[in-house]
């Protein structure tokens, strides 16, 4: 009796021990992956930069993210990708190498529209610990995060060049002319007593004519 206690106590310490490996194992082969981005309010020109940051250091991964296209173009991703992102109709799938144990790998996008919004998420494929072990476990990579694309405004700003229209101070006034003529008529010089005079030569002269021809008459006499 006392023989079968033993051995019942002996299994389950066993039992315990095993079940305590498999949980320290699990737990060590499990990354919490997560998704945030720099900005979430952008204009037309504007990059947007996604980090994906895993509690356990890695050395590599393959990961699917999944944004707008028409909002949106990627553009690089750190550490090197070595030329393996791929885009199609469901994302960018990027596969990071040579990522020397980071925490953060991150992905820059460039806005392309002029308006609208885009849910940014990823999906893990592989996050891998090193050559020689298996790679973590990663169900999920939280976080889904909305970035905002704003209109340009214009702001029209007064011309600090503008030329004003002064008056001339070279103006030329028309004045009256000193020199003008006058239409006015003058009134006509007067003689006086022209007319009288005019009578008297008359008379003289009639009356020289007249002694001469008596003058005549009497000579021939």
């Known amino acids: 009796m006392k023989k079968s206690i033993i051995m019942t106590i002996i299994v389950a310490m066993i039992l315990s021990l095993v079940s305590f490996a498999s949980i320290v194992n699990a737990a060590d082969n499990t990354a919490n992956v997560s998704l945030s981005v720099d900005k979430t309010s952008v204009k037309k020109g504007d990059t947007v930069t996604v980090t994906i940051h895993s509690d356990k250091v890695v050395q590599g991964a393959r990961l699917t993210v999944k944004y707008d296209q028409k909002l949106l173009q990627f553009v690089s991703a750190s550490p090197s990708t070595a030329g393996t992102e791929n885009t199609t ?6 596969e990071f190498v040579n990522a020397n144990g980071t925490n953060n790998l991150t992905i820059s996008f460039k806005v392309i529209g002029t308006k609208g919004s885009t849910a940014i998420s990823a999906t893990p494929i592989e996050f891998n ?3 020689n072990t298996p790679a973590y476990d990663v169900k999920t990579i939280s976080g889904v995060k909305t970035v905002k ?3 340009k405004t ?4 007064p011309s600090t060049n503008s030329t004003t229209t002064k008056p001339s101070t070279n103006s030329t006034s028309t004045k009256p002319s000193t020199n003008s003529s006058s239409s006015t008529s003058k009134a006509p010089t007067k003689y ?3 007319g009288y005079s005019v009578v008297a ?6 009356a020289i004519i007249a ?4 003058s005549v008459k009497v000579f021939k006499k």
């Open 89 to 94: 109709a469901d994302g960018t799938t990027i």
């Open 129 to 131: 610990k090193d050559d």
């Open 149 to 151: 694309i704003e209109e």
């Open 154 to 157: 214009t702001t029209t700003k």
């Open 192 to 194: 006086p007593n022209t």
């Open 201 to 206: 030569l008359g008379a003289s002269v009639v």
């Open 211 to 214: 002694l001469g021809a008596i």
